[in-house]
């Protein structure tokens, strides 16, 4: 019992050292991004801050229809709060993509959803969501090289885009 004591202790201390290290290194950023965030402009950051909220919550409706396509209904407010969960335990933790998979599935398992059921939908919606990333990626590179955009590329992107909603409609 004493030992146990003593190493939890030492434990402490060190995550308290290795904080305060981390701190130190870190302040310097920190204030410079406050020095940034002076002149930020309200308007863009509230557009910002709306697509992102529009983009988590069609990324859960996504997962929710992949898991429903399996006869699993989860409700919509619920299936937003762990897909909130995941992206925060994937951005903040080591490992945090392995940890938020690992949730995910057993939040949707514990949901009454097979184990193949949860893997079809959590790798056909990263799929999903990469295709549509690199549509994004694409379409923005197209129009931010200071040329013209390629017809071609954007009749591509759009019959892509088409595709994807017919395909999910179903």
Not at 28 to 51: D, K, M, N, Q
Not at 110 to 120: H, N
């Amino acid at each position: 019992p004493h030992r146990h004591r003593t190493v939890k202790i030492v434990a402490a201390a060190l995550v308290v050292a290795v904080l305060a290290v981390e701190l130190v290194y870190v302040l310097p950023y920190v204030s410079s991004t406050g020095r940034s965030l002076r002149h930020i402009s309200i308007s863009w950051l509230a557009i910002a801050v709306a697509a992102e909220a529009a983009s988590m919550a069609m990324f859960a409706r996504l997962q929710r229809r992949m898991v429903g396509s399996g006869g699993v209904r989860v409700p919509l407010r619920r299936m937003i709060g762990i897909t909130y969960a995941a992206n925060a335990m994937s951005v903040t933790l080591p490992a945090g993509t392995v940890a938020s998979t690992a949730y995910m599935f057993r939040k949707l398992r514990s949901w009454g959803a097979g184990g193949s059921l949860v893997t079809f939908a959590l790798i056909s919606s990263g799929v999903l969501s990469t295709i549509a990333l690199v549509m994004i990626l694409v379409l923005g590179a197209t129009f931010s090289g200071g040329g013209s955009a390629s017809p071609w590329l954007l009749g591509v992107e759009a019959l892509a885009a088409v595709l994807g909603a017919v395909a999910l409609r179903r």
